[in-house]
């Protein structure tokens, strides 16, 4: 692979230039940062596939800059699917959407559909409108690992192998986006994310959920184990965790807004001390990188609320406590 003196910077024209030449960058959007290329050039897609280590059977998700550019993607869009374009886009919803023969058979693994969204970055927006065309970006980590949130996150792990990060600061969702697909125009959950849930029923009603990789064919990226740190994880009610140990010195704890009584010498870390859980999850990711350059040689990490954003969170928690 071609190796490069990576640079971090704010500079649009920079990135631009990298991507009309058929490199790939890593970009900001609202919800982690993506490593991004030309999404309808199938060789820029290979490297993408080859700098993040992934196998080819996992689809790209294309950023697009607004409803308009979708159309030139997609043959049909379910009106449940124009309703949530209309309301969260730009936002962190990616639609699953019948694709047009230009989206290169690579990027969607070979699927008839096209997962396609607009990310809320100002400087992403700018550089999508600025592009002659859109671009796939999967999230900028190695397969399986925690996604990045900040652009040094993504420097740490992919420095050497791309030319560049724009840096658009640390994002201000922390989860992947929220993945809607249709059956027979029936809208369903199939990755919880940055748009809760219940956001999406105040739209168009109750929609079901369906993350599970093992009965879901249908988005193959949604494997069992993955955002996972390379310690352990346990993930676990509050009460059964403080049970665990009586030495806990080599324990780091990811807590909601409140320490766990009985973990005594152990690394604790609030996501959120107020208690909101938008805030605990954009604080998520990097305290799980964090922890896992502390030192110590576990994490637990507690159960949140199940609602809102804490459904997204518990999602990753969970996947990342499967080896
Ligand atoms: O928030 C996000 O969505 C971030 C930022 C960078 O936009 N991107 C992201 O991409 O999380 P990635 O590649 O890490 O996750 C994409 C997920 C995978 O689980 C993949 O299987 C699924 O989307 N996916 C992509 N295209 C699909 C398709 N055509 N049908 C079903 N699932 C698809
Ligand atoms: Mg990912």
Same mark, same amino acid.
């Given at each position: 692979m071609q190796q490069f003196n990576t640079i971090i910077g704010s500079d649009i024209q920079a990135a631009k230039t990298f991507l009309e030449n058929g490199e790939v960058v890593g970009i900001p959007t609202?919800?982690?940062y993506g490593l991004a290329g030309n999404?309808?050039d199938?060789?820029v897609?290979?490297k993408i596939?080859s700098v993040k280590?992934?196998?080819?059977?996992?689809?790209?998700?294309?950023h697009?800059?607004?409803?308009?550019?979708?159309?030139?993607?997609?043959?049909?869009?379910?009106?449940?699917?124009?309703?949530?374009?209309?309301?969260?886009?730009?936002?962190?919803?990616?639609?699953?959407?019948?694709?047009?023969?230009?989206?290169?058979?690579?990027?969607?693994? @070979?699927?008839?559909?096209?997962?396609?969204?607009?990310p809320?970055h100002?400087l992403t927006?700018k550089l999508l409108?600025e592009l002659?065309f859109?671009l796939a970006a999967p999230s900028a980590n190695?397969? @399986?690992?925690?996604?990045p949130?900040t652009a040094q996150h993504v420097f740490d792990q992919l420095q050497g192998k791309i030319p560049y990060v724009l840096d658009g600061g640390?994002?201000?969702?922390?989860?992947?986006?929220?993945?809607?697909?249709?059956?027979?125009?029936?809208?369903?959950?199939?990755?919880?994310?940055?748009?809760?849930?219940?956001?999406?029923?105040?739209?168009?009603?109750?929609?079901?959920?369906?993350?599970?990789?093992?009965?879901?064919?249908?988005?193959?990226?949604?494997?069992?184990?993955?955002?996972?740190?390379?310690?352990? +994880?346990?993930?676990?009610?509050?009460?059964? +965790?403080?049970?665990?140990?009586?030495?806990?010195?080599?324990?780091?704890?990811?807590?909601?807004?409140?320490?766990?009584?009985?973990?005594?010498?152990?690394?604790?870390?609030?996501?959120?001390?107020?208690?909101?859980?938008?805030?605990?999850?954009?604080?998520?990711?990097?305290?799980?990188?964090?922890?896992?350059?502390? @030192?110590?040689?576990?994490?637990?990490?507690?159960?949140?609320?199940?609602?809102?954003?804490?459904?997204?969170?518990?999602?990753?928690?969970?996947?990342?406590?499967?080896?």
């Amino acid at each position: 692979m071609q190796q490069f003196n990576t640079i971090i910077g704010s500079d649009i024209q920079a990135a631009k230039t990298f991507l009309e030449n058929g490199e790939v960058v890593g970009i900001p959007t609202e919800t982690v940062y993506g490593l991004a290329g030309n999404a309808l050039d199938a060789d820029v897609a290979l490297k993408i596939f080859s700098v993040k280590n992934r196998p080819h059977f996992d689809p790209l998700i294309v950023h697009t800059h607004g409803i308009d550019e979708i159309e030139k993607y997609v043959s049909e869009i379910p009106a449940k699917a124009r309703l949530l374009m209309q309301r969260f886009m730009p936002g962190a919803l990616t639609l699953l959407l019948k694709k047009k023969s230009l989206v290169p058979d690579i990027i969607t693994s @070979g699927l008839d559909t096209v997962a396609i969204r607009v990310p809320n970055h100002p400087l992403t927006l700018k550089l999508l409108k600025e592009l002659p065309f859109p671009l796939a970006a999967p999230s900028a980590n190695p397969f @399986g690992y925690i996604s990045p949130t900040t652009a040094q996150h993504v420097f740490d792990q992919l420095q050497g192998k791309i030319p560049y990060v724009l840096d658009g600061g640390a994002t201000a969702v922390g989860v992947e986006s929220t993945i809607v697909g249709f059956d027979d125009d029936e809208p369903v959950v199939y990755r919880l994310g940055g748009l809760a849930v219940e956001e999406i029923e105040k739209v168009i009603g109750k929609v079901k959920v369906n993350v599970n990789a093992a009965s879901n064919p249908k988005t193959p990226g949604m494997l069992k184990s993955h955002y996972a740190p390379a310690i352990d +994880l346990i993930f676990d009610e509050p009460a059964t +965790l403080a049970k665990l140990r009586t030495e806990h010195k080599t324990a780091g704890v990811i807590c909601f807004d409140k320490a766990i009584d009985g973990l005594t010498g152990s690394k604790q870390v609030l996501l959120s001390p107020v208690g909101d859980l938008n805030e605990a999850a954009k604080n998520l990711f990097a305290a799980m990188r964090s922890l896992d350059n502390s @030192g110590v040689d576990i994490i637990y990490a507690v159960r949140f609320p199940d609602t809102g954003l804490g459904r997204a969170i518990n999602d990753r928690l969970k996947r990342a406590s499967v080896k």
